[in-house]
């Protein structure tokens, strides 16, 4: 698999988020008030556009966008960490 830009619509992201919850089929069709079958479109419409195919295809989705998702997190992190510290001026340096 490639690593290239997906954009998720809004209900993707729906579905992917109570995916990566644990929920199935039946469960994100309940909770989004649509019919199982337009669940499994979705996912296999995922499936194409991850270039995901063979067995267990929710499990290598589920672990592909959790792993974007803790990379994504990771880097907004990393930004918004100083690049450097002042212990001069930091409130927890001890005085002279």
């Not at 290239?4 to 008030?33: F, M, T």
């Not at 672990?63 to 990393?78: A, H, I």
């Amino acid at each position: 698999m490639t690593e290239q830009p997906v954009r998720l619509g809004p209900r993707e992201q729906q579905i992917v988020e109570l995916l990566l919850q644990g929920c199935d089929n039946a469960e994100i069709a309940s909770q989004l008030k649509m019919a199982r079958r337009t669940v499994k479109a979705h996912f296999n419409r995922l499936f194409l556009r991850f270039g995901i195919t063979g067995g267990i295809k929710r499990v290598k989705l589920a672990t592909l966008l959790y792993r974007r998702q803790s990379c994504l997190q990771t880097n907004v992190m990393d930004r918004a960490l100083p690049t450097s510290v002042n212990t001069e001026s930091s409130s927890l340096s001890p005085r002279a």
